[in-house]
């Protein structure tokens, strides 16, 4: 008897969540909706339709909205999708401070609060978690969060956090972050300790990938990459409408592509040998190699070098196309490698797509099949937290979304 691949069936929980998802998006596109109005838009049966909004109204997730005025029969009840008054937890931990926010199932902030890192010392490899600063400051940031969404008589459903690395799943282990001087550890259960809220964990790059997909650039498509550019590089891979993690958690670590043959001669621990060209760490350390005056403690990012570049500065604008070689050169191959409908420039290149489009372009043009169809991020600056965002409310509420 031939083997079957449990792993892509298809069981009756993940139907009834594909189907919970179809009716809740259509009433966040075009609600207040009546129960044959949602089977007519997603084809479910009225068994069903009954069944799951059914459900959806007992959760709070769906309301009773009114009726559509008979015309013989029964009254039809409208319903409407109540997201906006559910919501969730969401941080964002960079290397200079971790942003935090209250975000509701429609991606609207209701409140935002940040905590600064740039008062500390360079981060310390040696740094153990107990001791860390950062990580304190964070775990505080969350707990204000917790506390201001009670306050505002709107209690968290849910918590989603980024880090700027490598997450292992479902246990939220984190990867050894060198921007933030954090060793490996169970970031997941230290939250777990705080609160006893639904919890996830993801990579930045995935999130920011997974907001673009549901809200930006990206909606209506099933495939596509976003590349994240601050501290360091990243990129957040959507196939078939899913994050690809990689067998490891792994996928999506650009910054450790090898660029010439040369890189086959250095040892990559910390940083990989992309991410040691374009990276904060790289590129401060090259400007004052060239003269540019770094404050102490000031770690220079690719924004910044764009934009001086963009004033007619000199130095900047030489270490403005060296960037755009690294990265041209990083596109071309994950747009051969993955073939995606589109690669959304996030933050560290959104901001400056008027030069880094057609400068990306520009490169690749003739030297690979075809030249990616490249946009800019729709949320600039909020990309990652709205990705976070919709993790945690797809985590709680129990949706699956498909390819269309």
């Known amino acids: 008897m031939r083997a079957t691949n449990r792993s892509s069936t298809a069981t009756s929980n993940t139907v009834s969540r594909v189907n919970r998802t179809a009716i809740v998006q259509a009433l966040r596109e075009q609600g207040p909706l009546s129960r044959q109005q949602i089977g007519a838009i997603t084809g479910l049966s009225p068994a069903t339709v009954n069944r799951l909004t059914s459900s959806l109204i007992d959760e709070g997730l769906v309301a009773r909205q009114g009726q559509i005025p008979s015309t013989g029969g029964r009254p039809s009840v409208l319903l409407s999708y109540t997201g906006a008054t559910q919501l969730v937890a969401c941080v964002q931990v960079r290397a200079d401070r971790a942003r935090g926010a ?207 570049a963009a004033q007619g500065e000199v130095v900047p604008a030489g270490m403005a196309s060296e960037i755009l070689d690294m990265v041209a050169m990083a596109v071309g191959a994950m747009s051969i490698i993955l073939d995606p409908e589109v690669i959304v420039l996030g933050s560290g290149l959104a901001s400056h797509v008027e030069m880094v489009i057609p400068a990306i372009e520009d490169r690749l043009a003739g030297r690979i099949i075809r030249v990616p169809h490249m946009k800019p991020a729709t949320f600039v600056e909020d990309g990652v937290l709205v990705g976070i965002a919709e993790l945690a409310a797809l985590d709680v509420r129990g949706f699956t979304y498909v390819a269309g």
């Open 102 to 308: 209250l975000i509701d199932f429609d991606s609207h902030f209701v409140h935002r609060v940040d905590a600064q890192f740039d008062d500390l010392p360079p981060a310390d490899s040696h740094t153990t978690v107990d001791t860390d600063v950062r990580l304190s400051r964070t775990l505080n940031l969350l707990d204000t969060l917790l506390e201001t969404a009670r306050a505002l008589g709107t209690p968290c459903v849910s918590v989603g956090v980024s880090v700027p690395g490598v997450v292992t799943q479902p246990d939220g282990r984190v990867a050894h972050l060198p921007e933030l001087g954090w060793p490996e550890f169970p970031l997941k259960e230290l939250i777990a300790a705080r609160t006893e809220l639904p919890i996830v964990i993801e990579n930045d790059a995935n999130a920011l990938a997974l907001g673009e997909m549901h809200h930006g650039v990206g909606r209506g498509m099933s495939s596509l990459i976003a590349v994240h550019l601050e501290n360091g590089l990243g990129a957040g891979i959507i196939s078939n409408g899913r994050i690809h993690h990689g067998f490891r958690w792994e996928a999506g670590e650009i910054g450790y592509l090898l660029m010439e043959p040369s890189s086959l001669e250095k040892s990559y621990s910390l940083l990989g040998d992309l991410e040691d060209r374009v990276g904060s760490v790289a590129l401060t350390r090259k400007a004052r190699s060239r003269g540019l005056e770094i404050p102490d403690g000031h770690l220079l990012m690719a924004d910044e070098i764009f934009a001086r």
